[in-house]
């Protein structure tokens, strides 16, 4: 049974910063790929980055977070990490952490497997 746990949320001034970790159990963590969407009051829930398996050196970012949000992977801790910098109010949204079915990072919901529990990030004016 695989478990993703999400920590880091709160709330922050705009302009300022936090760090989201996302801590997987299971078996083998560096085979799958990771990413971050985020759901906002009253709309869908999209696409906020992605990264693939074993050295990370490839990821994919939504087109709102590009230059401020990134993402990345420490194997030995089977951990994901959203380092938010330059935070917006309209980045006020809650957070999941999503654990693919493979090891090729993507854009797609549907190709999620494992959804956390999700944490509440708000950015004040």
């Known amino acids: 049974q695989v478990q993703l746990v999400e920590s880091g949320g709160g709330l922050v001034q705009a302009g300022g910063s936090l760090r989201l970790s996302c801590a997987r159990s299971?078996?083998?963590?560096?085979?799958?790929?990771m990413g971050w969407f985020r759901q906002a009051p009253g709309k869908e829930r999209e696409f906020v980055a992605s990264?693939?398996?074993?050295?990370?050196?490839?990821?994919y970012y939504g087109e709102s977070v590009k230059g401020r949000l990134t993402i990345s992977r420490d194997n030995a801790k089977n951990t994901v990490y959203l380092q938010m910098n330059s935070l917006k109010p309209e980045d006020t949204a809650v957070y999941y952490c999503?654990?693919?079915?493979?090891?090729?990072?993507?854009?797609?919901?549907?190709?999620?497997?494992?959804w956390g529990q999700g944490t509440q990030v708000t950015v004040s004016s």
């Open positions: 299971g078996p083998i963590f560096s085979f799958y790929a």
């Open positions: 990264i693939n398996n074993w050295s990370g050196d490839t990821t």
């Open positions: 999503a654990a693919y079915r493979g090891g090729m990072a993507t854009m797609s919901e549907g190709d999620v497997r494992d």
